[in-house]
């Protein structure tokens, strides 16, 4: 299956609560990177954890790796409307040649004003 | 982080035509890279585009079909030749900045093709 699996498919909370996304990967990385991506539109960077770091944060969001259960989750805390949108992991695959990217399926965000 | 422009935003095009896609950066990059989300689908690597060589393509995708150029460190072209409504996606290309294993790579705005 695909390198990259995100669950759940959809999520719908109510603005101001958290929202936890998680990802599973089959291979070994260098490093998962999470995107946002509003109504089919390009993707927005969010951060980038390597394989050696377990936990970052930048702003609301959270974003934890564990390398051994090959999965990563990223929290948006006090969501927002705005924060509507469709989420994905990517991965770097470890001694893979060049930074070719695989994405995970998606997360479809709805967060209800 | 990369300022990355797509042209065209958007198109429409007939079954059996050609559309040549641009991505322009701000600033030199060594690598390059074109993506397809096809609707309501997660994005598929099309090819690696390097400055002064043939882009390599991943599995199922062909140089006759996609054509690219990168005539310089800032711009690369995507052509989708032959089109029919399966091409029918969001283009995307994406820059890695950086020589380590744990560079950011970002992503232009994309180009909406719809083929007829």
């Known amino acids: 299956s695909q390198q990259g699996e995100e669950d759940p498919q959809a999520l719908s909370i109510q603005e101001g609560e958290n929202a936890t996304m998680n990802c599973s990967y089959k291979?070994?990385?260098?490093?998962l990177q999470w995107y946002r991506q509003n109504s089919g539109r390009g993707l927005v960077h969010l951060i980038l954890?390597?394989?050696?770091?377990r936990e970052k944060h930048s702003g609301r969001l959270r974003v934890t790796l564990d390398t051994s259960k090959k999965s990563s989750s990223l929290l948006i805390t006090a969501s927002r409307a705005a924060d509507t949108a469709s989420y994905f992991c990517?991965?770097?695959?470890?001694?893979?040649?060049?930074?070719?990217?695989?994405f995970g399926k998606g997360i479809t965000l709805s967060v209800r004003p | 982080s990369a300022v990355i422009s797509q042209k065209p935003s958007r198109d429409i095009c007939q079954r059996g035509t050609s559309l040549t896609i641009q991505c322009q950066v701000d600033?030199?990059?060594?690598?390059m890279f074109w993506y397809r989300q096809q609707p309501g689908q997660s994005l598929t690597l099309i090819a690696t585009?390097?400055?002064?060589?043939?882009?390599?393509?991943e599995s199922g995708f062909v140089i006759d079909k996609f054509p690219i150029s990168r005539p310089n460190l800032t711009f690369s072209t995507l052509t989708v030749s032959n089109m029919s409504p399966e091409d029918s996606s969001i283009y995307l290309c994406?820059?890695?900045?950086?020589?380590?294993?744990?560079?950011?790579?970002?992503f232009g705005p994309g180009t909406r093709l719809t083929v007829l």
């Open positions: 994406s820059v890695d900045r950086g020589t380590s294993q744990y560079n950011e790579q970002f």
């Open positions: 291979t070994s990385i260098n490093n």
């Open positions: 954890i390597r394989s050696n770091e």
């Open positions: 990517a991965t770097t695959k470890r001694g893979g040649a060049n930074s070719k990217l695989t």
């Open positions: 600033s030199q990059v060594t690598m």
């Open positions: 585009a390097n400055q002064g060589s043939e882009a390599t393509y």
